[in-house]
């Protein structure tokens, strides 16, 4: 049974931080690509950042980059999101995904909420 549970969302001022975890299970983490995606309120599910399966190479959106750093610890099956200088329009629904790296099914989070506001 394949999970991925996201925690540490919650409420921040803007400029503030918070960072997001995703805990993976069920499947072989290691050979799978991850990425965080976020859904703004009446929006489309946007890509914020990916992150080789392994050598730590990763790609961010424009509009996180400089703010926002993905990594990923292999041994503990965990990704991570470390968010700073967070914005209002950062306000979603954060979700973690999981891509085999040849090609497959993919999987989904649940999702954790993040609220930027004053």
């Known amino acids: 049974q394949v999970q991925l549970v996201e925690s540490g969302g919650g409420l921040a001022q803007p400029g503030g931080s918070l960072r997001l975890s995703c805990e993976a299970s069920?499947?072989?983490?290691?050979?799978?690509?991850m990425s965080w995606y976020r859904q703004p309120p009446g929006k489309e599910r946007e890509l914020v950042a990916d992150i080789r399966s392994v050598g730590g190479g990763s790609n961010y959106a424009d509009s996180v980059k400089g703010r926002f750093t993905i990594s990923r610890d292999n041994a503990k099956n965990t990704l991570y999101l470390q968010m700073s200088s967070l914005k209002p329009e950062d306000t979603a629904v954060y979700y973690c995904?999981?891509?085999?790296?040849?090609?497959?099914?993919?999987?989904w989070g649940q999702g954790t909420q993040v609220t930027v506001s004053s």
């Open positions: 995904h999981a891509r085999p790296v040849g090609g497959g099914t993919t999987y």
């Open positions: 069920g499947f072989t983490f290691s050979r799978y690509a």
